[in-house]
């Protein structure tokens, strides 16, 4: 597939340290107390870029949540636990960002934001594999859904029930196997 999950994870989680740049740099044009509309609107503009991160960040988790959790009927759990994690870093994300603009200004803030937010997007670029299922990757399946063909595409898809099914089997036969050995 040309658009894997992990790049479109990235793609969402790149947008906030490019938001926090473009917005540290727009800063130094701002003069004291002096007004700038267009400058405000600039600003402004760039709530666009954390709009579709959220977006493709929101879809992606969830979707990369399910990859790795699927089969083991801990989807529910796993998801849980990752948007509580994600409440709890926008929660310190708000008051870390408040307390460095009291203490620094808002240049230096968005600086050190940037940086910060870049930590999770390396780590999961260096750390995280692809988590798209690779019957799904093949060029057959997008050729299949591309001629409308879903039937034959949808026989490609391994579904959790599928994985539930070969986990079982593997749990059989190495109780199996212990048996024998007892």
Do not use: H
Request: include cysteine; aromatic fraction near 8%.
């Amino acid at each position: 597939s040309k658009y894997c999950r992990k790049v479109l994870f990235l793609m969402g989680l790149i947008s906030v340290p490019i938001r926090c740049g473009i917005l540290a740099w727009l800063l130094t044009f701002r003069v004291e107390d002096v007004a700038n509309p267009m400058l405000d609107r600039f600003i402004l503009s760039t709530q666009i870029l954390d709009g579709v991160g959220a977006g493709v960040f929101g879809t992606m988790y969830i979707l990369v949540t399910s990859d790795i959790s699927g089969g083991t009927g801990r989807f529910g759990l796993t998801l849980g636990l990752t948007t509580a994690a994600m409440s709890i870093g926008g929660t310190v994300s708000g008051y870390l960002g408040q307390a460095l603009a009291t203490k620094y200004d808002y240049q230096p803030t968005f600086i050190i934001l940037m940086v910060l937010s870049l930590v999770p997007a390396v780590l999961y670029l260096l750390c995280m594999p692809e988590t798209l299922p690779a019957n799904v990757q093949s060029n057959d399946y997008i050729q299949s859904i591309q001629e409308g063909n879903e039937e034959d595409a949808s026989s490609r898809i391994v579904t959790s029930k599928d994985m539930a099914d070969k986990v079982a089997e593997v749990d059989n036969k190495k109780s199996a196997t212990y048996v024998e050995m007892v």
